[in-house]
Every structure is written in structure tokens, then in C-alpha cells.
């Protein structure tokens, strides 16, 4: 583990849970500047644009940080999109600000059932309504176009304990509709893909470090690096006896990880 030089963080469970940072986590990014490697953020949060995250990496964590160092779900959708649609009718079930995004980056977005719809989208929307649901149900179910989400996370962590994710609103889609969407963010070998031709680092250099074994885990697992789960998120310790996902190392903690790696 000493050899490793590109840390890809999953953030929320993992080096942080809401606005409080775990004990460790500035600590191992302080590790990693001083060895000349390099961490990225990825994160199936695409409600969050990489300056946003910036600023409340700087406001909540008193961390300093750049936009490319954050890999979104919501910046994974937005590239395969303009690398395969540009100039298509993409169908999409979003935020509004989520479209905004789509629309400002010139990709031509449509949330009503039309004609000529060359692939639908899904996303995480706490906007959600059952007009949407009816919508994209009916485009699903009247033509026969490619279906892609920007994340399989079935529930997101809230004070009191979770709401719905985009996984489980696909899951009603797909239970409906009999059709199941391809993921753009974790766990595709994408994201690790990109890491990798963004900072120049070896799969052999590459550590991915999350809390979720089908999210986090199974990224790392399918872009072919190793990978450490920390157990103060979603994963239990128990879990690991019954999981395809099998991590590489395990810690209870981020403060763990860095004590061994020191
Ligand atoms: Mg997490």
C-alpha cells in the first residue's frame, strides 16, 4: 500500500459524513501532497458541481482544493453525453438545475415525451413528481432508445437516516417498465479510466477508498486497481462474508488507513 500515489476518495461515509470531516482524513491528504501524489474525489452525488464542492470543501473542511479533483456522476453523465449525443433529443428525469447544466453545456434536452428522443437519462430529483414518472415511463414504453442514470445508490444519508437515491427511483422505473439503465458513474470502470488519464498514474499506483462495497468497491474492482473499505459509512464488517466485492485492505476507520500508511 505504500507504493500508492493516486487515491480516489469516495467522500460522503468515507472521509466525511455531512459537513463534519472524520479525524484522519485531512491528515492523509496532507500524506499524499507530501509523497507527490494525488487524490481525486469521486462521488455519485450529481447534485454538486465540482465548484461546489470546492467551496464546501474550503467552508466545512478548511480544505483546499481544485474543481478537476472532484469526478461526479452528474460530470461523468455530462461527458458521455456530449461525446455520443451532441446534437441529439435526449429525454432526461432531473433537477431543474440538472437540465440547466445539460442545456448550458449544448446538449439538446427535452422532458416531455416527443418525437424523435434519441436516449433517456436519469438522475437523482428531489424534484421529483408523478407527471415525471409517467413521462419518462411512457418514453420507455413507446420507443425503443437507449436508458442511462448517473447512479445505482439506492438511498442517500439525511440527518434522520436516508431518502430515495437515483437507484431506487430507477428501481420503480425498471420495475414498470421492465427496463434497466446503464450507470455512468460508480461503479463504472469510467470513472477509474479517467482518474488515471487526468493525473498520469499506473493501475499498480491507484488506491480506491470508499464505504460502499457496490458503489465503491465494485469501481475500483472494474477498472482493475486495488481498493480499501473504511467501516464508517454504509459497509459492516460482516458484510464481507457474503459480497462479490471483495476490497483489498479493510480499516475501521480513515484515521486507521493513515496510521498504517505512515
Ligand atoms: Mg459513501
Do not use: W
Not at 91 to 120: H, M, P, W, Y
Not at 139 to 147: G, I, S, W
Not at 172 to 195: A, D, F, H, N, R
Amino acid at each position: 500500500m505504500k507504493h500508492k500515489k493516486l487515491f480516489l476518495f469516495d467522500i460522503d461515509g468515507t472521509l466525511a459524513v455531512g459537513d463534519t470531516l472524520y479525524p484522519g482524513s485531512a491528515e492523509l491528504l496532507a500524506y499524499i501532497e507530501r509523497i507527490g501524489g494525488k487524490a481525486y474525489f469521486i462521488t455519485n452525488n450529481s447534485t454538486k458541481s465540482g465548484a461546489d464542492y470546492v467551496q464546501k470543501f474550503q467552508d466545512a473542511f478548511h480544505l483546499k482544493t481544485t474543481e478537476d479533483q472532484f469526478v461526479t456522476s452528474g460530470y461523468m453523465t455530462l461527458r458521455f453525453l456530449k461525446e455520443h449525443y451532441m446534437g441529439r433529443k435526449i429525454f432526461v428525469l432531473g433537477t431543474a438545475s440538472f437540465v440547466c447544466e445539460l442545456r448550458k453545456n449544448g446538449l439538446t434536452v427535452t422532458e416531455d415525451a416527443e418525437d424523435g428522443i434519441q436516449c433517456v437519462v436519469a438522475a437523482y430529483d428531489s424534484e421529483l413528481t408523478y407527471e415525471k414518472l409517467i413521462r419518462i415511463c411512457k418514453v420507455l414504453l413507446t420507443t425503443d432508445v437507449p436508458f442511462y442514470a448517473t447512479n445505482p445508490d439506492l438511498r442517500c444519508p439525511i440527518d434522520f437516516g436516508f431518502i430515495p437515491d437515483c437507484g431506487a427511483i430507477c428501481s420503480m422505473i425498471t420495475q414498470t417498465t421492465g427496463k434497466e439503465p446503464v450507470y455512468l458513474g460508480k461503479p463504472s470502470k469510467e470513472v477509474v479510466e479517467l482518474c488515471l488519464s487526468l493525473s498520469g498514474f499506473s493501475r499498480e499506483e491507484t488506491l480506491v477508498v470508499g464505504d460502499r462495497l457496490y458503489t465503491d468497491i465494485a469501481c475500483g474492482i472494474n477498472g482493475g486497481v486495488d481498493t480499501c473499505v473504511l467501516f464508517t459509512g454504509e459497509a459492516r464488517p460482516e458484510d464481507l462474508t457474503d459480497t462479490p466485492y471483495q476490497p483489498d485492505y479493510a480499516f475501521d476507520t480513515v484515521k486507521d488507513l493513515v496510521d498504517a500508511l505512515l
